[in-house]
């Protein structure tokens, strides 16, 4: 193996049916068509944003053994930011994972986050220089919520024009392009001003629950979670799940053990940003 030839190719028309294929065999869980959808949906994503291939293949002696879907973004108050989205090395090859992972992340100024890490890729990213934000996630049930929380003096108004107006251009485009990824988003109206919110639609056991995978500030979001209680169950959700510190106070909710959110380069911690990742293309 020593002789081998490595070769690391972008994601694209050439390889589209290989990478989904190899997908597909790390994760067998999801339906038929799943991944071709995702690798559609990303790679349209990522043409349309000018952020290049959407991952990509990797191949030993011609043989394609490896696959990273990454879902890129531009920031515009801070750096470019890749997501680890998806990675399957197959068995046999298992040992040039890290160089794969390393090639992808190499870029000193860009962060790298993955969101939904396995047990061994957690290990791995942090030999590779990632670090944990957290590991703890919180389920909020809304109905205690809402009858409870009426006094912050925060509203949560559905996207209009009007809720539109007070944000930026870039707020603008993340909500408008996440609700078509059938996200729910929000502004959020408080005394410190107006700032977007997205939710991603999932279930657990066959009942709908929603995600909180962007807020700009954590803090703020848990000072106004009566108002967004009331604005979810207005759209029939229930329960709502978002990353906590593990040693955070949880108010009319409980902890739970999720998957580690890591991080390699300059992250904002006060913030939950899981937007343009996997949570909403994926309804993960």
Not at 16 to 33: C, N, V, Y
Not at 96 to 124: C, V
Request: with cysteine.
């Amino acid at each position: 193996m020593g002789g081998a030839s490595i070769i690391f190719s972008p994601i694209g028309e050439g390889n589209f049916a290989i990478a989904a294929a190899l997908l597909k065999e790390g994760f067998p869980r999801h339906q038929d068509g799943f991944w071709a959808r995702t690798l559609q949906a990303v790679s349209d994503y990522s043409k349309a944003s000018e952020l290049g291939a959407p991952g990509h293949v990797m191949s030993v002696d011609g043989e394609p053994v490896g696959v990273l879907l990454t879902i890129g973004r531009r920031t515009f108050n801070g750096p470019k930011v890749v997501n680890l989205s998806s990675w399957y090395v197959r068995p046999k090859y298992r040992w040039l994972a890290p160089r794969m992972l390393m090639r992808a992340t190499s870029e000193p100024a860009t962060t790298y986050t993955d969101l939904t890490a396995s047990e061994e890729a957690a290990k791995l990213n942090t030999l590779l220089g990632f670090r944990t934000i957290t590991d703890t996630v919180a389920y909020l049930f809304l109905p205690w919520i809402a009858l409870s929380n009426f006094r912050s003096g925060a509203h949560v108004a559905p996207v209009s024009a009007r809720s539109l107006a007070g944000l930026d251009e870039a707020d603008r485009a993340m909500l408008e392009f996440h609700a078509q990824l059938d996200c729910i988003c929000a502004v959020l109206e408080d005394g410190a001003g107006v700032t977007p919110l997205i939710f991603s639609r999932t279930s657990r056991r066959g009942g709908p629950f929603a995600r909180l995978i962007y807020a700009r500030d954590r803090s703020a979001a848990q000072a106004a979670r009566g108002a967004i209680a009331r604005f979810l169950i207005g759209r029939g959700v229930f329960l709502l799940c978002l990353f906590v510190n593990r040693d955070e106070a949880v108010p009319s909710g409980w902890l739970g053990r999720g998957a580690p959110v890591q991080v390699k380069g300059e992250w904002h911690d006060g913030r939950i940003d899981a937007a343009y990742s996997e949570l909403a293309f994926m309804g993960l």
